[in-house]
């Protein structure tokens, strides 16, 4: 079973389910590119099909280690025909249909589950370009550095974010990002 951090830590504190709460937990960490590439190849031959190289790059490329989009983009590119070689044209669609469903089933409950703080801390990350510095943040919001060090720690905890080093902090899920830009600038 899988889920996110933040409702997988809910579901766990309810007493009626007490089996799941002495299952086995894992992080799933962003899975290197040369193991997703060797997956998603293996995985379509296991099935008598074929992935051309480029098709396999661009699938490859495109989760960007996130588990479930390796899921996702691998079932909807395989989907798109049942030729019995699988072209970049296949991955092109299979790619725009996972990022519809990672955009409905995982990003806009995770929003949706945020604060307005919560919310108004990822708002100041968007003009960074990859890790965003909390000295940046604490100076776009206007707040102290325990005031953000006590909304970045949620948001981690909920999976949105990790660490990126000292005082430096990185989107954990592909999407995220771009998505809040379309929603609130």
Do not use: C, W
Request: hydrophobic share 40%; charged share 25%; net charge positive.
């Amino acid at each position: 079973m899988a889920g996110l951090p933040h409702s997988v830590m809910q579901m766990f504190q309810n007493a009626s389910i007490s089996y799941l709460r002495r299952a086995f937990r894992r992080a799933l960490d962003p899975i290197s590119y040369p193991e997703v590439r060797a997956t998603i190849k293996k995985t379509v031959e296991l099935t008598g099909r074929e992935i051309n190289a480029g098709a396999l790059e661009l699938a490859a490329d495109s989760t960007k280690g996130f588990p479930f989009m390796i899921q996702l983009i691998g079932y909807h590119s395989f989907n798109q025909s049942n030729r019995k070689i699988i072209t970049e044209k296949d991955v092109i669609s299979g790619i725009t249909d996972a990022e519809q469903d990672m955009e409905n089933m995982i990003l806009d409950a995770s929003i949706n589950d945020l604060s307005d703080t919560d919310i108004r801390f990822l708002l100041a990350t968007l003009e960074d370009k990859g890790e965003s510095r909390m000295a940046d943040i604490v100076s776009r919001m206007g707040v102290s550095r325990s005031q953000a060090s006590h909304y970045k720690r949620r948001l981690i905890n909920q999976g949105i974010l990790s660490e990126a080093g000292r005082g430096k902090i990185i989107y954990n899920m592909p999407m995220l990002k771009e998505l809040l830009i379309k929603k609130y600038t």
